[in-house]
Nanobody, 125 residues
Framework: QVQLVESGGGSVQSGGSLRLSCVAS????????MGWFRQGSGKEREGVAI???????WYADSVKGRFTASRDNAKKTLYLQMSSLKSEDTAMYYC???????????????????WGQGTQVTVSS
């Protein structure tokens, strides 16, 4: 049974940093794509950062230069280092994974089948 478990969320002041982790289990190999999505109150879920198993990354424009994804394929773990956090980064952050290759649309939530339960990130100004 595939499972994704996030950790590392919390409350931080504007300008601060947090590091999220996501551990995948139930996979015989590290998923092709692992990524972070977020959903703020009253907003649609959006892609934040995706990394494939070759180290290629895709970032939302709103987080470029502030967030960095990394992963340890052997541990089937994805990380998200978030710096210079802003109040608009406040959201529930979800980890997702996909095994099949994509030619495009890596940041689209709809192409991911497997999701974690989420971890809350709250940034206060």
């Amino acid at each position: 049974q595939v499972q994704l478990v996030e950790s590392g969320g919390g409350s931080v002041q504007s300008g601060g940093s947090l590091r999220l982790s996501c551990v995948a289990s139930g996979y015989s190999y590290s998923p092709t794509y692992m990524g972070w999505f977020r959903q703020g109150s009253g907003k649609e879920r959006e892609g934040v950062a995706i990394m494939d198993n070759q180290g290629r990354t895709w970032y939302a424009d709103s987080v470029k230069g502030r967030f960095t994804a990394s992963r340890d394929n052997a541990k089937k773990t994805l990380y998200l280092q978030m710096s210079s956090l802003k109040s608009e980064d406040t959201a529930m952050y979800y980890c997702a994974a996909r095994s099949a290759w994509l030619s495009s649309g890596q940041l689209a939530p709809g192409v991911y089948r497997n999701w974690g339960q989420g971890t809350q990130v709250t940034v206060s100004s």
